[in-house]
C-alpha cells in the first residue's frame, strides 16, 4: 500500500513564475492537508481540503490556492512566486475528521521548491 | 501558533530510553496530544497520540498527566535512527496542525 505520494521531488522556478504541485493520498483517506516548511523551521498549515472544498486556512496569501479531485488527489498553485516562497512542501492526508475523534495525518516525502 | 512548548535539543545515549517532554498547559478538553518526528527534512512520521489516557504503541509510549497540562513521550530503548526533530501538537481543529520548533533529539552511541 502507497503512502502519501507528492511530485515533483524538487523544482526550480524564478521569481513571479507560478508552480503547481502535486499530491496522492494514502489509500483510504479523503482528506488532504498542505504545509510548508522553511529552512530550519516547523511547517505551516496552509490549508485542508476536503470532498474537493477549501475546509480550513492557514495565513497564508491568495497566491496560494489549491484542487482536490474526485480521486482525493489534490493540487497546490502558487502564483507570482517570491523568493521567501522557497521551502520544502509537504502534504498530508488522513481520513476526515468527526466531532470527537482524532485521526493521525501522514506526510508524503515533499517536494523542495527553490525560487532564485 | 504553536499551543505547546519544548525544548530545543535533548542528548540520549544509545540503548538508553529517552523521554522528551512537551508543556501544554492550555490545552482543553477535547484536544488530543500529537507526537510526530522528522528526520533529515522528510515527512513528518507519525508516532503516538493520546487523549487522557496513558498510550503505548510498537514506536513509544506517551504518559500524559492527570491535568493534561504536559506530556513525556518515551522512547524505550532509543537508537541512532531515532535522531530526529520530534513535535509534540495539541489539536482539536480537524488536524489544523500547529508545528512549534520541536526537540532536536540526539542519540549518540
Known amino acids: 500500500d502507497a503512502g502519501v505520494t507528492q511530485s515533483p521531488t524538487h523544482l526550480i522556478k524564478t521569481r513571479g513564475q507560478q508552480v503547481t504541485l502535486r499530491c496522492s493520498p494514502k489509500?483510504?483517506?479523503?482528506?488532504v492537508s498542505w504545509y510548508q516548511q522553511a529552512l530550519g523551521q516547523g511547517p505551516q498549515f496552509i490549508f485542508q481540503?476536503?470532498?474537493?472544498?477549501?475546509?480550513q486556512r492557514g495565513n497564508f496569501p491568495d497566491r496560494f490556492s489549491g484542487h482536490q479531485f474526485p480521486n482525493y488527489s489534490s493540487e497546490l498553485n502558487v502564483n507570482a512566486l517570491l523568493l521567501g516562497d522557497s521551502a520544502l512542501y509537504l502534504c498530508?492526508?488522513?481520513?476526515?475528521?468527526?466531532?470527537?475523534?482524532?485521526?493521525?495525518?501522514?506526510f508524503g516525502p515533499g517536494t523542495r521548491l527553490t525560487v532564485t | 501558533d504553536a499551543k505547546t512548548t519544548q525544548p530545543p535539543s535533548m542528548d540520549c545515549a544509545e540503548g538508553r530510553a529517552a523521554n522528551l517532554p512537551c508543556n501544554h498547559s492550555?490545552?482543553?478538553?477535547?484536544?488530543?496530544v500529537y507526537w510526530y518526528r522528522q528526520i533529515h527534512s522528510q515527512g513528518p512520521q507519525y508516532i503516538i497520540h493520546?487523549?487522557?489516557n496513558n498510550e503505548t504503541n510498537e514506536m513509544a509510549s506517551l504518559i500524559i498527566t492527570e491535568d493534561r497540562k504536559s506530556s513525556t513521550l518515551i522512547l524505550p530503548h532509543a537508537t541512532l535512527r531515532d535522531t530526529a526533530v520530534y513535535y509534540c501538537?495539541?489539536?482539536?481543529?480537524?488536524?489544523?496542525?500547529?508545528f512549534g520548533s520541536g526537540t532536536k533529539l540526539n542519540v549518540k552511541p
Open positions: 481540503y476536503y470532498e474537493e472544498e477549501e475546509r
Open positions: 489509500s483510504g483517506h479523503d482528506t
Open positions: 492550555t490545552i482543553s478538553g477535547n484536544e488530543y
Open positions: 501538537i495539541v489539536d482539536y481543529n480537524f488536524n489544523k496542525f500547529y
Open positions: 498530508a492526508s488522513s481520513s476526515h475528521p468527526a466531532w470527537g475523534s482524532s485521526y493521525e495525518q501522514y
Open positions: 493520546g487523549l487522557k
